[in-house]
């Protein structure tokens, strides 16, 4: 059974950086493509960045140049360097997994089968 568990949310002010890590466990292959998707409170799952296994990354417009999405296979983990943070970064921070070989990594809720849990992203002014 596939299991994705996010770590590393906190709180920190407007301009400050936070590490978040995703464990990937329970699959004989890996991911086409591993992404991160965040949601605030009265808002809908928003996509901000996927990388397919080759490396090939995209971001959502609102984060490009200030977070970078990374992964390392060996060891099953997936990364998201935020820096410059703002207070519209807030939200809870999920991990998810999309199994199915596309053209492309696309930020949509419904390509991703696999989600995690979460970890909470607090950004203060």
Known sequence: QVR???SGGGSVQAGGSLRL???ASGYTYSPYCMGWFRQ???KEREGVAGIVGHGSTSYADSVKGRFTISQDSDKNS?????????PEDTGLYYC??????RN???LLRTNFAYWGQGTQVTVSS
């Open 4 to 6: 994705l568990a996010e």
């Open 21 to 23: 890590s995703c464990a």
């Open 40 to 42: 605030a409170p009265g």
């Open 78 to 86: 997936l990364y998201l360097e935020m820096n410059s943070l703002q």
């Open 96 to 101: 998810a997994a999309d199994f199915v070989h």
């Open 104 to 106: 492309m990594c696309r």
